[in-house]
């Protein structure tokens, strides 16, 4: 084992004194577990226990870790060259990343912002649809509606248009432009979709599209706001009331991007095309922080007709060699591999292995779609018991809130798939 990662006493002790985790309290830190290796679907810890990996490292790891092929593209830029400023350069790797995205995309969606994560991908979205709205002659035109229990990440803008509540607005209300907010969408994801289902949305749209730019979503999949799957239909019919009222649709697809759902894109499965798009996590296979926003030519051109003459954003890391060039050997792979049969195979998989949760007492719904399957509860239990039992039990699941839920990387084999759905059959059993 290389030095480097030789976990000591001593720097978990430092860790937990002077080191930030995810939403995590420093006086009160709940355990980490230090890992030595990570190899397919399998994370090994620093005491030598494997654990099966059911998060895909927050949906980004769809290859699983340490793939050959992705490690031979970066250490092939890495003998190039790693980084080079895109203000005035471009390169091979940007280039092929950014034809790949062009093709995979919905239609229309044709002119890429490559940037550092997906937060700023919202915030490049926003800033897209902002100008775009002030170079028509319509800047006040300034706000965005979104639906409730939405995630797009922690940045100002993208916080301003999560979930209020989980997104905690009350303690950064003097700070966080004021949106609109419709209830989140009702019609589950095979239901019937009423119109009653979205009045609410279309009353806003309909009463302050003046000062509306954008509509911005999670199509057919919310993610860390709840992980609720709804209706395709609502989907088309807010994309025809974007169109109606001369507002931008913004799909984030940061989550559902590269086949989670089902399809490439979650979009697809209510055949529609948003103006603008936000992709990231899974884009690197995990490899590397990257994301992309693509917007159509109208949406491109408008913009850059407008006062500033030109998009006002650009990273210092903007297409990352490196991470482009891995992005763009992740999506190859993705394209090679029947990715539409083994998602399928592995929703049907977790539908069966998750069944007996739904009889649990401690449990309100289990839904399963895609490579995404979710079991709720009905209180919200002890996280630590709960994440220690699971990793006592060889797996890798991380719950959230009253959200015990896995979206394994997508070559997971049906043993491994079935050791995760079991983990979380006999936890969820001990939960009163
Ligand atoms: C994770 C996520 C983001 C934020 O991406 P980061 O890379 O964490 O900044 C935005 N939107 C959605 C839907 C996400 O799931």
């Keep these: 084992m290389p030095q480097e990662s030789r976990i000591t006493r001593e720097d978990l002790e430092f860790d937990r004194l002077h080191i930030w985790h995810p939403y995590s309290s420093v006086t009160d830190p709940p355990p980490v577990w230090p890992v030595a290796g990570a190899e397919g679907c399998r994370i090994r810890l620093a005491d030598g226990r494997e654990l099966v990996d059911g998060m895909a490292s927050w949906w980004s790891v769809i290859h699983g870790y340490n793939h050959p092929r992705l490690n031979r593209a970066a ?18 790797p940007a280039i092929g990343l950014c034809r790949r995205l062009v093709d995979l995309t919905p239609e229309g969606l044709d002119r890429v912002f490559i940037c550092d994560s997906g937060s700023v991908a919202v915030e490049v979205a926003i800033k897209m649809a902002l100008q775009y709205q002030h170079a028509r002659g319509r800047p006040e035109k300034h706000r965005l509606v979104t639906i409730r229990n939405g995630y797009h990440g922690d940045t100002f803008a993208a916080m301003s248009v999560c979930d209020p509540v989980t997104g905690m607005h009350s303690i950064f209300s003097g700070a966080l432009p004021k949106q609109f907010f419709a209830p989140a969408p009702q019609t589950p994801f095979s239901g019937d979709f009423h119109e009653d ?37 609502y989907l088309a019919r807010a994309r025809e009331l974007c169109d109606r009222y001369g507002l931008l649709l ?8 590269f086949g989670r759902t089902g399809r490439m894109f979650a979009c697809e499965h209510a055949g529609i095309s948003p103006d603008i798009i936000c992709l990231g996590k899974a884009m690197t296979g995990g490899y590397l922080s990257l994301a992309a926003t693509l917007c159509t030519g109208e949406v491109a051109r408008t913009v850059c007709a407008g006062a500033a003459g030109c998009f006002m954003h650009g990273p210092t890391f903007m297409a990352n060699p490196l991470a482009c060039r891995i992005a763009c050997e992740s999506i190859d792979l993705l394209l090679e591999s029947p990715w539409q049969e083994k998602i399928a195979a592995m929703e049907e998989r977790m539908r069966a292995g998750l069944a007996p949760c739904s009889l649990l007492p401690a449990v309100k719904d289990v839904r399963v779609l895609g490579g995404i399957g979710v079991v709720e509860l009905a209180r919200t239990p002890d996280f630590r018991r709960l994440q220690e039992s699971l990793v006592d039990r060889g797996v890798w699941v991380r719950p959230f809130g ?20 079991a983990a979380m059959v006999e936890t969820l059993t001990g939960l009163d």
């Design 402 to 421: 009253r959200l015990v839920y896995i979206m394994p990387p997508y070559v997971i084999s049906d043993e491994e798939l079935d050791t995760l759905t």
């Design 197 to 233: 289902d979205i009045a609410e949305l279309a009353g806003i749209i309909a009463e302050h599209h003046g000062e509306i730019a954008a509509l911005i979503l999670e199509p057919v999949v919310q993610g860390a706001g709840g992980m609720r799957f709804y209706s395709p239909r």
């Design 75 to 92: 250490l092939d830029q890495i003998n190039g060259f790693s980084h080079v400023m895109f203000g005035g350069l471009t390169h091979k």
């Design 250 to 257: 913004i799909a984030d697809e940061i989550a559902t991007g």
